[in-house]
Structure formats: structure tokens, C-alpha cells
């Protein structure tokens, strides 16, 4: 069976990329990574984009700037005012929080 893969683009050429190495996408500063267990890809697409591409029920949106593999997910805490803070693997450069109105669906998610 081959691996589902997407293709991106990476500093102007189109690349392809294994949907199940991507551990999670991350918006910083106006930019978008995939993060993998080796590393990282600068891609052009949008967050958005990128979760349209991936298209997997293996894959969820905890906020406006991550989607996340459950592969990925470390481990949860609880946080202030009903929302989660995941830690991830690889580490995230701050905190991630699953937003309020999402939690409800992402512990669903996880039971899935």
C-alpha cells in the first residue's frame, strides 16, 4: 500500500510530502511549517490549505495556528478557563492551546 502523499511548495518548487510524516503544520509570523520528526518545511500554502490538503481524520485544528497529528500530542494539562494546553513532540516554541470552542470536539476527537 503507498502512503497518501500532498504536494507543497518549498521556497518556489513543488515538492511532495508523506501525509503521515507530518507530525503538525504551525502558522508563525505570517509563515506556515510542516513539522516532522526530522525537521521542518517553510511551505507557501496557508494553514488553510493545509489542512484542506491533508484531509484527515488523524489530523486536527486545536487553534487558529496548529494542526496537529495525534501522534503528536505528548501529553495535556488542563488550563484556564476550560481549555487544554498540549505539549507536543516535537516541542513547540510556546504554549499550545486548544481553543475554548474547540475542546468540546477534540476530546471526541481523541476517542476516536
Known amino acids: 500500500m503507498q502512503e497518501e502523499t500532498l504536494m ?31 525537521g521542518s518545511d517553510m511551505v507557501e ?8 490538503l491533508i484531509n484527515s481524520k488523524k489530523y486536527f485544528r486545536i487553534n487558529s495556528r496548529y494542526l496537529v497529528h495525534f501522534s503528536a500530542i505528548e501529553a495535556m494539562y ?14 513547540a516554541k510556546e504554549d499550545v492551546i486548544v481553543a475554548k470552542e474547540k475542546v468540546a470536539a477534540f476530546k471526541l476527537w481523541l476517542l476516536e
Do not use: A, C, W
Open 8 to 38: 507543497i511548495t518549498i521556497n518556489g518548487e513543488i515538492k511532495s510530502r508523506v501525509i503521515s510524516e507530518i507530525l503538525y503544520v504551525v502558522e508563525r509570523n505570517d509563515r506556515v511549517f510542516l513539522i516532522m520528526s526530522e
Open 45 to 52: 500554502q496557508s494553514i488553510n490549505e493545509m489542512e484542506e
Open 78 to 91: 488542563p488550563h484556564s478557563f476550560e481549555k487544554i494546553r498540549v505539549k507536543l513532540n516535537p516541542p
